[in-house]
């Protein structure tokens, strides 16, 4: 038992640096992309009016080619296991940075978006932190909340990083660096993950499987056994993941997953345009005020997530980080307006730190809310399930981002950041009523 305890602290730490390199990797970019498209728009001789269209559509290209990878990386997991998953993701990020750090058109950047298919590395770290954690949802609450953290961690760094990076025009630099993080992630995905996801679990699963349902707590089957699964094709393993989405108390989380998907990236598109162009924020105030994001939600992670499961309860962590996001959204909003007419004469720090400080609390409410709902889908299925599971989250939620950025960049172009704001928030009053409706008997609850 020592020995094994001692194996899933190893398994968990070794998977937080990945995740630090994976979103420092990624993160590096954030800030860069804006300015990148913008040389390469104006480099082709193309209309400005499109750059905000190209930097919509290549983060919807992004979650398209996510949503499609998602689902498929999940079966990998269930299939194949940790560590050889976790090589494949890793791989996948260094061939698109690497793709990336020679875009020298607007065609080669949209290619370094292809390899994203299998770039999931957050999905596996979920899988992770649930399939070590087991059925405690408190434990499982502050595993994912930690393994946020050491996503945030490494996204608090980045974008303020790129963005100094780029301060000398050379916007492919941070990618050259993101190619050595991913293949220094892959190698300690190869030397320290454990094969398959059972090796990570103290339960016995060889006998028995704890299937969940709405009304009793627990029903004993008969579990899936390896053998059984490797008698599976790919058409058993997506149509088992169509039947897990289907269920009765999955399917109206893994709605929420897709609305709130499509305000987060309706938002987080929005934003860095309306800052560069309308406040006129540098690459490097830019960067601050993701970084600075980031970290609130790293510390939150860290210490805050197990107590506010125990407080709230999943169900209730969920319905505050909708509520809580869509008045901090219409804030920001309110803050960029006032500013941009110059009818209050103040400096660009002060404009600076109120950006910050609402963006802080936005950054906040969407962990919460996305913690919640993770706390809640994976404690309602198998151990053996979880990677599907989560794959099929992180492929609606792609999906949700697919066309997310399209609207928002069409409402800002037509009706500023005001009105995409007040479409967010909307989208998140009904995803409230939406749980309350359909899910009745988690909001009695503490927790799953």
Known sequence: MAEDGKTKKRVLWVTYINIVLYALSYQLQRPVEPYLIQSLVEKE???????????????????????FGSPLVGILLDRIGIRKTSCIVFLASAISYAILASATNLTLLFVSKIPTV???????????????????????????GRMTTAYTIGATIGPILGGYLAANGDFYFSAKVAVVGSLLSA?????????????CND???????????????????????????????LRDDIHHTIEIATRHDIWPLLMVKIIGGVCA?????????????????????????MSCGMFAVAVFGAFAMGIMNRILGSFGMMNTGLLARSISGLTVAGVVVVYSTDIAPVTTEFILMQ?????????????????????????SVNKDEQGSLLGIEHSLFSLSRTFGPFLGTIILEYGGIFPVEMACGSLDVLSVLLLSLTLPHLSKRKST
């Open 45 to 67: 001789n193309s209309s400005t009016n499109s750059i905000n269209q190209t930097y919509g559509n290549l983060q919807s290209f992004f979650s398209l080619c996510q949503m």
């Open 203 to 233: 339960d016995n699963d060889d006998d028995t499987t704890m299937l969940r349902n709405k009304d009793k707590s627990i029903t004993v089957a008969p579990a899936t056994g390896t053998n059984e699964k490797k008698k599976r094709n």
């Open 118 to 144: 299998l770039q999931a590395a957050f999905l596996c770290a979920q899988a992770t932190a649930a399939t070590t954690m087991g059925e405690n949802a408190s434990l499982r609450a502050a595993a994912l």
């Open 355 to 379: 950006v910050i400080v609402v963006s802080i609390i936005h950054q906040l409410s969407q962990h919460i809310l996305a913690t919640g709902l993770t706390t809640l889908t994976t404690g």
């Open 265 to 289: 990236s309706m938002h987080s598109t929005s934003l860095p345009l309306i800052l560069t162009q309308t406040l006129h924020l540098e690459p490097q105030q830019l960067g601050l005020v």
């Open 187 to 199: 190698l300690l995905s190869l030397l320290f993950l454990p094969d398959n996801n059972n090796n």
